[in-house]
């Protein structure tokens, strides 16, 4: 008893795990009491026991184990974590508890397993169960049966999965043991309750005796089906249903049961059978054996093979090849029967995944239908129909209209047939208009066949239709049918529907046509399957007649009627002359009908008058139409001679249609005759109204076909011409839907053909207008044209260039427009769009005759090269074709072999023919997907990376035509993943995850994938794991996340748990899915928009595509919101927010925020510092929101859809002013949010919350608040991230940003969070955040670099010797930066450098730092250079490397950044001071009060241009900032321009109006002279302006955005329409004007707003005035150096160069009138240049070769123009020999054969030479002495500089050194000067003294520099203007080069851009300037507030912190002094 007591003072869990049995006893009883007890099923208590669960049902002692079941069964069922323990314990029950001799321990085993049944575990548990079967113990079998039998009894089929069960149950019973053998045989009667018939297949295998005893038991089962009894506990709403049905006793309804019988597919029970193997190994030899019995025994083993019901998959291409070669062409039709049999038993057999050779197979069958045996007549329908299952309608449909034609009746009776009995297995969805119109179409025709077994078959084919898609629908297609023969139509219907209906419980006509029951049920899962989605729209179309006015309601009701009485109009049969005058004269006067036909003109006017006023008064219902018409036609008819009487016919024919009931038949009598008329010149008018009322009752489409047709049939040119000019017209008004162009695109080609040029010249605009709809693909019909022709056509076509077609202000009435909008319904539910008709209207060849048995084997020979032959001939029959149909033979199979080739260049070449392919076939190509498709995905998993690419890009063209559905269906897709290559796995994943996004539906298919996927996030290959992982959300998006979490059930558990926790992560960022585009008016406008673009021939697209929803979706939410219930949800909840959303959306409590940083710091909570945001990051965060956030905006704002989070911060954004004490109050939450923003991929929210920032950083400003360490810590370190952005537009926000950012918190402290930013692995961000140093540097000076400049400047001088371009060009233009603040000292401060980075950053220095005043003598020597030069300014270098050329565009936004950093004040706020440092400057200028500004000067230019008399000066000027101010003009203009480049819109406009009206005054146009880049520089920095923020701004009005553009275009036309002033443009502003237009052209968003498509257009026209009017050597290097650049570049778009190369083929064209004024040494300098960055090799790897066509053509053509001559001009190059430039024009020269006749009379040459050149020496000589002499003569001095100047520019290389080497050093700088000033006169810069540095100040020499010129009042007002300015009483806001503080000795700023530099670019010209502004500032301020003598103290800043200081404190004394 010792032992008791001791174990019993132990807790229950330790008495349960005791080594006595009794204490384990004792511990199983008190835990059962325990169990019994709890009541809290997720209480801890549980939590003790998990691990004891399984050893209380393996206890070793057979009493305490009956106890332990008991507690181990209160455990199950009581806790909430029971489900834990599932494996481990159903395990020990089937092991160590089904085996014990007592029933009750087996009872409690049972029970223990259905209860976790209930608990949600049933598949633990059947696994279990199923492993217990392979037990040796016999009991544990029976009891495992028996347990699974009870479960399915209890729970049913759906929670029992049947498909393993019924696998294992043939093996029981085989077993030796009668007790397993009875259970099983239990079992299967169980199983056959609920899956019936379904269970046959799998047990047709067992003992003979077993199925007879088996059958019995089966017969005796009652027929109701069974019902669950027993139900999970996420069942508990059924299990209340039943509860109650049982208590009413009531049968439930059949339905779900129903559902259920159909839920087990029989197929799915069977195991795949592998056939292939087991094949004869003589089957090839003996199947091609001419004895036929030898043929028959091939196929009978084949036979036997295919009973198999279910087979494996495989390549059962060749096998499928010898069959269809013996149904084709074998004689012996017992053998052709045979033969099907095996196919029916393939297709039966493999299912979908014979859909790969549906399309070889049913063409060959469909012509052997020509045999009448009826015993080979049945297998081939038994063997097409099993085909039909395995594919759809579609991918047969041109197989089947191919034969409807067929002379063999009996061809197109079993086709009609066939098609009869596929329309059974269709719904309403899987039959759409698309398909269904053609094959109506080839049935109507059969219905009037002469045999009358076809007219049947077309009959029971069209009644079928009929009855599938319901009678409104194929109604359309009955037009031209009687009465009698719809009749008969309907009849079939109401067969079909009979049978239908006996036959629609086995599902849906399915089982028809002796079908097995095997294969019925996926014909029943078919329709439920596709129709599931709108099902509403099926159930209402399918309904019968009678129930459809209720269901639709009474448009509906109304439509069909109106329908039914159109389609009666349209077949309107002729009527006779006697009939018609009958009906005539019950409408129409006597007296009207008498003078019809009199002699007297006047009496038939007069009846015409009776005839009009009867005809208007008429009431449409008894308007006979066709008898009217027929009075008119009545003699003289149409040949009527007087005019006033043949208008007035005219007239009435157009009122009779648009007031009658007017048809075709009708029409056709007066189409004649109007087509007669229509030439004619006094009746044509009236011709073509009446026409055009024609076309709006009997459908333009066929209006036009006929007008055309008889147009054509005349030989009257001036009717053909107006014909065809109606037409274009009438295209206009209607609109292009259903023109069928080729019922007239002959006529039209007849038409180009004709010899009179009005013919011609009306074809070629009608070509125009049928363009603007169609797009490129219309020139396909006129490729083989004559080129003269083809060049014309082109023109027209480039007319109509960016243009969109006009609304259509017609429609077609009555039926035809009901079919037309339908059709449009269907078009937009499919996706098939404009673009698919008119892929359709392209003339296709059938190359299925040129693919013959002799190319296929070429392709598959042994002979690699051979193979290559094969492969060409096919490229070369494709390309031959152009566009081939369907239909191409055996050739998809002889490509699927090569796909796989051991050759990779022979598989490159296949892939390059497939993507050939697919632009010929278009969306034919649907059929060979499962063919073709699929094998290119496994060449994804090459290992070599240009095969993947170029695999990818195939795949890609493949996708474009046919959409993704057809990718998505069956099995392949899981089978390719399934292959364990890493390649392959991660090129399809990453393909998945890119396109499944924009899909709106999938097929159910994409499941099958899921297990892939899971195995692939835990790949050993990172990559994969990276793509499984970014796929996920999409796959989530269309499965949804029930489903997969349900699917990683079956993964193990470690794997479970991580891919679980993947999928949560997922969940979040789950992409929504795209909405449906809006069906009101979107097709409308979207449509003809998208037509004209580049893209039109890719537009071909299934409704997967998702080019048109994201139009819709920007078009308009609200259509998406009204569809379906789906739509009606989030509207209804959109109501309720609104409600809540009334309040205010922050709280503010008091001292929230230091609670959190005392939090933070003491931590209690986690520090917000992370690599990515981990979940307990984003849960802390949103519990510390939740108190200080309104509770909506909360669950906004953690959304798992972006378009949540977007919606929230537009609510933010307008509360941000009104609630700022409380966004202030939550700043540090606010920001934290953000950054978990930062860590998202979508650029959408990435906008929205960059936007947000800039206001919330303007607004913190306004309030004068500074971010604490708190704030600041945890947001700028992710905003710093954010600035490494690939895009633009996202880099540009985050550097505004960051600047904002200096004014709420110190620049010093913002300075270390950069420095670590230069750490940073991305190159983007390295260089952005070392910029970011320098504008800081620049802006704030030395003192924040923190914690000290030495350290500072070591760090970023390493970044100097980064491999990246930018990163060291960044910190180049940094150090520098230093250098301007610091000078030499730099050099020590940055430590030692290697030789090489030294190098560069003191080539850098030279170049780019701020020169001091010392500077300008050194520059002479440059100067003087360029100045000997003067026609060729950029012959003195070789331009920068390209690789620069990024780091100017990053000069300019820097110059900017520096200039609003060091601007205190902006327009916006003028008084708000510079945080964190003071601005000595402003403070010493602003001597009084800064007064409030008015926002902008208005300046008369009028006023400038009258001359008035100078008034005598009486004193000196007070301040020196007047001198030289002698053009007012000048300054007035900088100001001008400056304000063009504003931010704000209303001062651009109004300074764009003011140029304008100065460009617009020819007289006073000239003043713009010298100022022309000065603009252009301007303009092109507003255009960037706009495109970066304007766009992208939701509060920026568009209508000004179109205004700014409007000016912005007129502006640039008036000034390029000009060429004196269009000259002046230099070569870099050209090249960044032409990159600035053309990606302006390319911008799709200024297309959506409102009037763009005008914008756009201006542009257009724009660039052509650009590239005619401007310097043409300019240009011509612009052009060549921005094609350079795009070429380079990756980031921008292809069709930029594109357009740069289209821009360069124009100037090449117009070079035979340029080339004498053409610098061509220039030009092919920058050739040269293009070629060393481009060599031929690199050239011709680029993706398309028209770069290098370019470059030819342009050397061909200058060689052409210029001959050997061009060899000349090549003076700028260095080492010229070494240039492939000169090698290739040498070939050129040579080539046209001038190089040999320039060789062999070099020497003849040289001689004439040498006489001309002696003589023009000596004429030299003569001329320059004559100059000479007037230059030194005191009156003629002036003439002769400007002579020289003259000649110089001509003869650039004349020498001057021998009449100068005798005069004095005086003269010589005379002439040198005079010449300058000259130079700069005519390049419009105002004069400089060049010979001092600083020029003397006074009236006087500014005086006598203007040359006495009169001097306007406008001087003193600009004087008096700059002085207000100063005094702050102007408006101080700064454009560009603003003349706030304008210098006293600077240049002007046309001098500045006039000099032309050596640049590229107009960026860096800007920044030149800007520096210079800034110095020469900067030394007036320095002379004016000191008067002191000291030129670089503003300069040469003292680096020592005492000189700085002493020098603060003189500067803060003197202000104070000044204000005392």
Not at 12 to 30: F, P, S, T
Not at 435 to 457: F, T
Not at 782 to 796: G, M, S, T, V
Not at 1015 to 1039: G, I, T, W, Y
Request: with cysteine; charged share 30%; proline share 5%.
């Amino acid at each position: 008893m010792g032992d008791d007591s001791e174990w019993m003072k132990l807790p229950i869990d330790q008495k349960c795990e005791h080594k006595v049995w009794k204490a384990r006893l004792n511990g199983y009883e008190e835990a059962l009491k325990l169990f019994q007890k709890l009541e809290d099923e997720k209480s801890p208590e549980w939590g003790k026991y998990l691990g004891l669960i399984k050893k209380f049902v393996t206890e070793s002692n057979a009493v305490a184990q009956l106890k332990g079941l008991e507690a181990a069964l209160a455990f199950i069922e009581n806790a909430h974590v029971a489900g834990k323990t599932t494996g481990e314990v159903v395990s020990g029950v089937v092991t160590k508890v089904f085996n014990q001799p007592k029933a009750r321990a087996k009872e409690l085993g049972m029970d223990i397993c259905l209860m976790y049944i209930e608990i949600e575990k049933a598949e633990v548990v059947q696994d279990e169960l199923l492993k217990g079967l392979d037990n040796k113990n016999p009991k544990i079998v029976v009891a495992c049966i028996e347990t699974l039998r009870k479960a399915l009894s209890e729970f049913g089929s759906k929670i029992v999965t049947l498909k393993p069960v019924v696998k294992i149950l043939p093996k029981q019973f085989e077993s030796r043991e009668k007790a397993v053998r009875d259970e099983a045989k239990l079992l299967a009667v169980e199983i056959y309750k609920w899956i019936r018939d379904a269970l046959r297949p799998p047990l047709q295998n067992i003992n003979s005796v077993q199925l007879k005893e088996l059958e019995e038991e089966w017969v005796k089962l009652p027929s109701s089906p069974p019902k669950q009894t027993r139900f999970l506990r996420s069942q508990q709403d059924l299990k209340a249903k039943f509860e109650q049905q049982q208590a009413q006793g009531d049968q439930s309804d059949g339905d779900e049961e129903e559902e259920t019988a159909a839920a087990v597919d029989p197929y799915d029970l069977l195991e795949p059978v592998e056939i292939l193997s087991k094949m004869p190994k003589d089957f090839d030899e003996k199947i091609e054996a001419k004895k036929w019995q030898e043929r028959k025994e091939a196929l009978e083993a084949i036979e036997a093979l295919t009973k198999n019901l279910k087979l494996e998959n495989g390549d059962y291409g060749d096998l499928v090849r010898s069959l269809k070669k013996v149904v084709g062409k074998d004689a012996n039709v017992m053998l052709v029967s045979l033969a099907a049999k095996c196919l029916a038993g393939l297709a039966s057999g493999l299912r979908k995944k014979f859909g790969t050779y549906a399309g070889q197979v049913v063409p060959t069958i469909l012509e052997k239908f020509k045999e009448k045996k009826p015993q080979v007549v049945q297998a081939l329908q038994e063997a097409i129909d099993a085909i039909f299952l395995t594919t759809t309608l579609q991918n047969l449909s041109e197989d089947i209209l191919g034969v409807m034609d067929n002379k063999n009746p009996s061809i197109k009776q079993q086709a009609s047939l066939f098609l009869a009995r596929s329309f059974r297995h269709c719904t309403q969805a899987t039959l759409p208009k698309s398909i269904l119109k053609p094959l109506c179409a080839a049935l109507v025709k059969q219905v009037n066949d002469s045999a009358p077994e076809v007219r049947d078959a077309a009959f029971e084919a069209l009644g079928t239709a009929m009855k599938v898609v319901g009678e409104k629908a194929v109604n359309p297609f009955f037009a031209d049918l009687d009465k009698l023969k719809l009749d008969k139509i309907k009849e079939c219907s109401d067969k079909v529907e009979l049978s239908g209906g006996k036959k629609g419980a086995a599902g849906g006509g399915a089982a028809v046509d002796k079908k097995s029951a095997a294969r019925a049920p996926p014909a029943a899962e078919a329709p439920s399957k596709s129709s599931a989605p709108p099902k509403k729209t099926q159930t209402a179309a399918a309904s019968k007649p009678s129930a459809g006015p209720p269901k639709k309601g009474k448009a509906a009701a109304g439509g069909k009627t109106k329908k039914t009485s159109d389609s009666k109009e349209l077949s309107e049969t002729e009527l006779s002359a006697e009939v018609c005058e009958e009906l005539a004269a019950g409408v129409l006067p006597a007296s009207c009908l008498q003078q019809l036909d009199s002699a007297n003109w006047k009496e038939r006017l007069a009846s015409m008058e009776e005839f009009q006023r009867a005809v208007e008064t008429m009431d449409k219902a008894v308007m006979p139409c066709q008898a009217l018409v027929r009075m008119l036609a009545k003699k003289p008819g149409w040949k009527e001679t007087n005019f006033q009487v043949m208008q007035m016919k005219l007239h009435i024919v157009a009122l009779v249609a648009q007031r009658g009931q007017f048809s075709k038949m009708s029409a056709s009598v007066v189409l004649d005759g109007l087509v007669d008329k229509i030439g004619d010149v006094k009746c044509g008018g009236n011709a073509k109204t009446a026409l055009m009322a024609i076309g709006e009752v009997c459908s333009l489409p066929w209006t036009a076909e006929q007008v055309v047709s008889l147009a054509f049939a005349q030989k009257n040119p001036k009717n053909q011409a107006e014909s065809l000019n109606w037409l274009a017209n009438a295209m206009k008004e209607f609109g292009f839907a259903g023109i069928n162009v080729k019922g007239f695109i002959n006529n039209v080609k007849t038409a180009l053909g004709a010899t009179n040029p009005a013919v011609r010249t009306a074809a070629i605009t009608l070509l125009g207008v049928m363009y603007l709809y169609m797009g490129q693909p219309l020139r396909m019909f006129f490729e083989d044209e004559k080129p003269a022709l083809l060049a014309q056509i082109d023109a027209e076509f480039e007319k109509m260039q960016g243009q969109s077609p006009p609304a259509p202000i017609r429609s077609t009435k009555k039926a035809a427009a009901e079919e037309q909008g339908e059709e449009a319904t269907e078009q937009d539910e499919d996706g098939g769009g404009a673009g698919q008709d008119i892929m359709d209207l392209l003339p296709r060849t059938d190359i299925s005759d040129k693919i013959t048995s002799d190319l296929v084997s070429k392709i598959g020979d042994k002979n690699w090269k051979i193979r290559k032959e094969g492969l060409d001939e096919a490229a070369a029959i494709i390309s031959e074709a152009k566009f081939v149909t369907a239909s191409i033979g055996d050739l998809p199979l002889a490509l699927k072999e090569r796909l796989c080739d051991s050759n990779k260049i022979l598989v490159q070449q296949t892939l390059s023919i497939l993507q050939q392919l697919a632009t010929a076939m278009g969306p034919g190509l649907k059929q060979h997907v499962k063919a073709l498709g699929f094998p290119v995905i496994t060449v994804l998993g090459d290992s070599k990376s240009n095969l993947r690419t170029a695999a990818m890009a195939t795949l890609q063209a493949w996708v474009e035509q046919t959409g993704m559905r057809d990718w998505l269906e069956g099995e392949d897709l899981s089978e390719e993943l399934k292959r364990e290559n890493p390649f392959l796995r991660q090129e399809v994943l990453g393909w998945l995850a890119e396109k499944l996004p924009s899909l709106r539906t999938v097929p159910g298919d994409l499941m099958l994938c899921l297990p892939q996927l899971f195995a692939c996030l835990e790949d050993r290959n990172a990559d994969v794991r990276k793509k499984a992982q970014d796929a996920l959300p999409s796959f989530m998006m269309h499965l949804g996340y029930d489903k997969m979490n349900k699917a990683t059930g079956k993964l193990k558990p470690a794997s479970k748990d991580q891919v679980v926790a993947m999928l949560e992560k997922a969940r979040a960022v789950m992409p929504a899915k795209p909405a449906a585009p809006a069906k009101t008016g979107g097709k409308g406008s979207a449509e003809p928009s998208r037509a004209p673009s580049a893209s039109r021939s890719a537009a071909v697209s299934d409704h997967l595509d998702s080019k048109p929803e994201a139009k819709k979706v920007r078009g308009g939410g609200g259509a998406a919101a009204k569809k379906g219930p789906a739509g009606k949800k989030p509207a209804a909840k959109g109501l309720k927010d609104d409600e809540d959303k009334s309040g205010p959306i922050f709280i503010l409590i008091p001292s929230a925020k230091e609670q959190r940083i005392k939090e933070e710091k003491q931590l209690k909570i986690l520090k917000w510092n992370f690599i990515t945001p981990r979940d307990e990051y984003v849960e802390q965060l949103k519990a510390q929101m939740a108190t200080c956030f309104a509770k909506w905006l909360l669950d906004e704002l953690f959304h798992f859809d972006f378009q949540r989070h977007v919606k929230a911060i537009g609510v933010m954004i307008e509360r941000l002013n009104s609630e700022s004490d409380a966004t202030i109050g939550c700043l540090d939450l606010i920001l934290k949010w953000v950054t978990l923003r930062f860590f998202e991929t979508n650029t959408t929210i990435l906008m929205k919350v960059l936007e947000y920032l800039k206001l919330l950083f303007t607004m913190l400003n306004t309030e004068g608040y500074h971010l604490t360490e708190y704030e600041a810590n945890s947001f700028v370190p992710y905003l710093i991230l954010k600035v490494g952005e690939s895009k633009d537009v996202v880099r540009k926000d985050v550097r505004a940003i960051l600047a904002m950012l200096c004014k709420v918190y110190p620049a010093s402290k913002l300075f270390p969070f950069l420095m670590d930013g230069t750490k940073s692995k991305n190159s983007k961000q390295r260089a952005e955040c070392l910029e970011e140093l320098g504008c800081l540097i620049e802006g704030y000076g030395m003192n924040v670099c923190q914690p000290t400049p030495a350290k500072c400047l070591k760090e970023i001088a390493v970044h100097i010797g980064d491999r990246d371009t930018s990163v060291r060009n960044a910190a180049l233009n940094t150090v520098v930066a230093v250098y301007n603040v610091c000078g030499e000292q730099v050099y020590k401060l940055i430590g030692n450098l290697s030789e090489k980075d030294m190098s560069m950053l003191e080539e850098r220095i030279k170049r780019s730092a701020k020169k001091t005043p010392a500077a300008p003598a050194k520059q002479s020597a440059p100067e003087k250079t360029q100045r000997e030069h003067p026609t060729n300014p950029n012959a003195t270098f070789l331009r920068k490397p390209v690789q620069e050329d990024p780091a100017k565009l990053k000069i300019m936004y820097r110059t900017y950044r520096i200039q609003s950093r060091q601007n205190a004040q902006h327009s916006d706020h003028p008084s708000i001071p510079k945080e964190f440092q003071l601005d000595l400057d402003m403070i010493e200028q602003d001597q009084n009060s800064v007064c409030e500004l008015p926002d902008l000067v208005q300046h008369k230019l009028d006023e400038l241009l009258e001359p008035l008399m100078i008034p005598e000066p009486k004193i000196r000027s007070v301040s020196p900032h007047f001198d030289d101010l002698h053009s007012s003009t000048a300054s007035t203009i900088n100001f001008v321009i400056s304000q063009v480049a504003s931010g704000d819109i209303g001062t651009s406009i109004q300074a764009l109006a003011q140029i304008d009206e100065v460009l617009r005054q020819e007289d006073k146009a000239d003043v713009m002279s010298g100022h022309i880049d000065q603009l252009l520089i301007a303009t092109i920095m507003q255009l960037r302006l706009i495109n970066s923020t304007h766009l992208a701004d939701d509060r920026v009005d568009k209508k000004d955005l179109i205004k700014l553009y409007s000016c912005i275009m007129g502006n640039m036309l008036s000034l390029f329409s000009m060429e004196t002033l269009a000259k002046e443009a230099s070569m870099g502003v050209l090249k960044d004007l032409m990159h600035s237009l053309i990606t302006l052209m390319l911008d799709s968003r200024v297309e959506d707003v409102e009037d763009g498509t005008q914008v756009i257009r201006s542009v257009n026209l724009l660039v052509i005035r650009v590239l005619e009017h401007s310097d043409q050597t300019n240009m011509f290097s612009a052009l060549l150096v921005l094609l350079q650049d795009t070429l380079v570049s990756t980031a921008g778009s292809p069709k930029v160069s594109e357009l740069v190369m289209k821009c360069l083929w124009r100037m090449i064209r117009f070079l035979p009138e340029n080339i004498n004024s053409l610098n061509l040494d220039r030009i092919l300098l920058d050739v040269h240049n293009f070629m060393k960055v481009f060599p031929k090799e690199k050239l011709k790897q680029l993706k398309t070769d028209v770069p290098h066509r370019t470059l030819k053509t342009l050397c061909h053509t200058l060689c052409k123009l210029t001959g050997a001559k061009i060899l000349d001009h090549l003076s700028m190059i260095e080492n010229r020999n070494e240039s492939e430039l000169e090698a290739y024009l040498r070939r050129a020269v040579k080539h046209s054969g001038n190089l040999s006749g320039m060789k062999n009379d070099r020497g003849n040459e040289k001689a004439t030479h040498g006489m001309d050149d002696r003589m023009s020496k000596a004429k030299v000589s003569d001329i320059l002495s004559e100059i000479f002499k007037k230059i030194g003569s005191k009156e003629n001095t002036k003439e002769g500089l400007t002579e020289l100047y003259e000649y110089k520019q001509k003869y650039s290389d004349a020498d001057l050194e021998p009449f100068l080497k005798n005069t004095s050093q005086f003269f010589q700088s005379y002439v040198e000067r005079g010449l300058r000033v000259i130079e700069s006169e005519r390049e419009g810069k105002p004069r400089i003294p060049s010979t001092t540095v600083i020029p003397q100040h006074g009236i006087d020499s500014s005086i006598s520099s203007s040359n006495n010129e009169e001097l306007k009042p406008a001087v003193y007002y600009e004087r008096l203007k700059i002085l207000r300015q100063r005094q702050g009483l102007e408006n101080t806001s700064r454009g560009l080069g603003g003349s706030e503080d304008e210098p006293p000795q600077r240049p002007a700023i046309s001098s500045l851009l006039s000099s032309k530099p050596p640049v590229a670019s107009s960026t860096d010209m800007l920044h030149s300037k800007l520096s210079q502004l800034k110095e020469s500032r900067e030394l007036y301020q320095q002379e004016h507030n000191t008067y002191s003598s000291s030129p670089s103290r503003s300069h040469t800043r003292s680096a020592s912190p005492a000189a700085n200081l002493d020098d603060l404190k003189k500067r803060l004394e003197r202000i104070k002094s000044k204000r005392q």
